[in-house]
DNA sequence: TTGTACGCGTTATCAC
DNA sequence: GTGATAACGCGTACAA
C-alpha cells in the first residue's frame, strides 16, 4: 500500500535513496539505510515486483506451460522444476491444463513481461510456430520436443532407448511374442516409446506388425482393458510391456484377479519406474525415468541461458533411461514350465 | 519488442485507442480497429501484462505457496487449482518447496504486486503473521489450516473426520488391538489423522496409549519399516492404520514378502485413496480425499472473493473425507480362524 | 553519498 | 469516437 515515496518522505530522503537500500546498494550510508529500513517497516512498505520488473526488464520468474498431464510424471517434473527455481530465488509462472493451438498461444501472451524465460512441454505441430513467435522475446527451453526448434535449447529424456533396452532385455529373456500396451496417440512420450518397441523387434528380425499392439491412455484402467484382450489371445503373449507403470499396474491387477500369475505365467514390464514400482506385487521391472532431472535440468539450462551475455549454440540435454530390472519378468523356459504345471 | 505507441505511430492514432482495442472496448469504430491490428500484427505487438498490471491493479494471477509436497496429492492438488485457474483465464504464480519461516515471508512479498490473491497451504506457528501481512494486501485463501485466521478463508480436507470413520469402522469389524502408523511431525494432516485415530479409540473406552503407534514420513518406506516392528510384536495388531496410501502400500508389500497375508492374516487400510489404491493385491482400504477438489474449491473461493465488492464474513469450507471399503480389511473372527489354520 | 528527473509500457481521465 | 496527458511504482543516469 505504501510507496516508494510515502517511505521517502518519511525517511527524509529521496526515493533513490530507498531504492538503493532495497537493492542492497552499496551506495548507502548505514545510517541512512538504518533510517530508512525503519520509516519501510513501520509504513509496512515492500517494493512493488511489477514495477520493478517494468522498469529493470528483469522479473526473476520463468515461465512453465505444460499440457494436461496427469500423475506422477507431472508431480516428479514439477518438483525438479520448482526446487532449481527456488534454489536460485526465481519464481514460477505456471500455466498447464492447455489443449494446445491457440490457446498456447493466448497463454504465452499472458506471460509476455512477466517472464524472463519459458520452458515448455511438447509442443504439438500446432504449437511450433507459436514457440517461434515466443522465441523472439524471451529464451524458451524445450521439454521432450517432438522435433528441434530454431534457436531453442531443450531436455528430452530417452524415451526410445529405453524401449529398445526393454525390448532387447525380453528378447534375451526369449521371448519371441511381445504385446506392446500404447500410450495416448499424439504424445510424444508414447510414441516414441512405441517406436523403440517396434524398431527393436525389427532390428532382431521379428515383424513389428505381428506384435498384439493395444490402445492406452496412460491410466490404469487401460492395463485393465488390455488384460481381457490378451487373456483371450491364443497363443498368448508370453510378456506384456506397457508404455508406462500405471497401465502395467492396472494390467498386473487385472491379471491376478483372472488368476494369471506374473510372472510364471506371463511376464510384466512397465516404464517410468513410479514410486510404487518396487512396492508391487511382484516388484515391476520397468524403465527408470528422472521426470525431476529433467525438470531441474531445463531450470538450469534457463538460468545458464538468462546468465549469458550472448545467444550460445543450441544446447540438447538428454536424460538417460535406465532398465530396473525387479521380477515381473522371468525367461520364458521357465515360463512355459510353468504354463505347463499350470494347466496341468 | 514493439510497444504501445509504436503500433500507435503506425497505424496513425493515439496509443488510446490502441490500448482500446486491445482491451476490447466498444468505444472505437470497426475500421480505425482494424487499421490498429492490421498495423499490430505487423509489428508482432503484444501489450506488455507487467505494464498493465501496474496501470490496472489487476494482475489476473493466483499466487500458490506450498511446502515441499511429495506425491500424488501434490499433483492432484495443483490439477485442481491449475485447472480452476486457467478455466477463467487465471495464471498461477507458484512457489513452494520453502520450508516455513522467514521463507514464506521473503517468497510472499517477492510475489506483491504480481498476483490479485493468494492461495496457501499449511502455515505454521511461525507462518501464522506472515499471513497476516500478506492479508493487508491480497486476499488470502488458506488450505488446512492448523487453525483459522482472522480475515482469511479457507478450505479443509475432512482429515479427522475420515480418520474417525475408519476407526469406527474397524471396531465394527471387530478389532481390538490397533496399529497407527503416524505421518510426519508437524504435517496438519498427518497430526489431524492421528488426532482422529486417538479419539476415536478414547470414545469407544480403549486407551489410545495402549494401541502401538509407529512413526512415519508419508513414504512408501515408512510402511516397511513399520512392518518390521508390527510382526515381531506379541500379541500382533489385527489391524493397521496408515495415515496413508503410500505408507500402507509400503507396508502391504513388505507383509507379503514376509508370508503375512492380508486381510487373512492383518488388516491393513490406508488414506487418500491415490489412483493405484484399487489395483493392489488387495485392493486397499481407504479414505476417499479428493486432492483435486480441494484446490478447485480454493480457487473458486479465490475468484468470488476478488469479485465481491465488499469483504464477505470468513467463510470455511470442508471437503468431506469419506471410507472407501475395499479388501483390506476382514472381520476380527475371519482373521483368528485364519491365523489359526496358518499357525496349524 | 545523495537528489533530480526521466523512462519503463500501459490504462484512465478528461477534453474535444 | 478520438487524442493529450497524468498516473501506476520503481530503477538509474546524471548532476551535485
Not at 68 to 83: P, T
Not at 290 to 307: F, K, P, T
Request: hydrophobic share 40%; proline share 5%.
Amino acid at each position: 500500500m505504501a510507496t516508494i515515496r510515502e517511505v521517502a518522505r518519511a525517511a527524509g530522503v529521496s526515493t533513490a535513496t530507498v531504492s538503493r537500500v532495497f537493492s542492497n546498494s552499496p551506495l548507502v550510508s548505514a545510517d541512512t539505510a538504518e533510517r530508512v529500513l525503519k520509516s519501510a517497516q513501520q509504513l509496512d512498505y515492500w517494493p512493488n515486483s511489477a514495477a520493478r520488473s517494468l522498469s529493470t526488464h528483469r522479473t526473476h520468474t520463468i515461465g512453465i506451460m505444460l499440457p494436461d498431464l496427469f500423475g506422477e510424471f507431472y508431480s516428479d517434473l514439477m518438483r525438479g522444476l520448482d526446487r532449481e527455481a527456488s534454489l536460485h530465488e526465481y519464481q514460477i509462472l505456471l500455466s498447464s491444463s492447455h489443449s494446445g493451438g491457440s490457446d498456447v498461444l493466448a497463454a504465452s501472451r499472458a506471460m509476455l513481461g512477466r517472464i524472463d524465460g519459458l520452458i515448455m512441454l511438447a509442443p504439438d505441430e500446432k504449437s511450433i510456430d507459436t514457440v517461434e513467435r515466443v522465441r523472439r522475446r524471451v529464451p524458451v527451453v524445450l521439454l521432450n520436443p517432438r522435433q528441434p526448434v530454431e534457436g531453442c535449447h531443450s531436455v528430452e529424456v530417452a524415451n526410445y532407448d529405453g524401449a529398445r533396452r526393454v525390448v532387447e532385455y525380453l528378447l534375451e529373456l526369449g521371448h519371441r511374442d511381445l504385446a506392446f500396451v500404447a500410450g495416448p496417440e499424439g504424445n510424444v512420450d508414447a510414441e516414441e516409446r512405441r517406436r523403440g518397441f517396434r524398431e527393436s523387434l525389427q532390428v532382431a528380425g521379428l515383424d513389428p506388425d505381428q506384435a498384439l499392439e493395444l490402445p492406452g491412455d496412460f491410466r490404469e484402467i487401460a492395463g485393465v482393458e488390455a488384460s481381457t484382450v490378451i487373456l483371450a489371445r491364443h497363443p498368448r503373449p508370453t510378456v506384456v510391456f506397457a508404455a508406462n507403470d500405471a497401465m502395467a499396474i492396472g494390467l498386473q491387477s487385472a491379471l491376478h484377479r483372472a488368476g494369471c500369475r506374473v510372472p510364471q505365467d506371463i511376464s510384466v514390464v512397465g516404464f517410468d519406474n513410479v514410486a510404487m514400482a518396487g512396492y508391487l506385487n511382484p516388484p515391476l521391472t520397468t524403465v527408470n525415468v528422472d521426470a525431476c532431472g529433467l525438470g531441474r535440468e531445463a531450470v538450469r539450462m534457463m538460468l545458464d541461458v538468462l546468465r549469458a551475455s550472448e545467444e550460445s549454440a543450441q544446447i540438447r540435454r538428454v536424460i538417460p533411461a535406465a532398465l530396473k530390472i525387479r521380477e515381473s519378468c522371468s525367461a520364458v523356459e521357465a515360463l512355459r514350465a510353468g504354463h505347463k504345471s499350470n494347466s496341468n
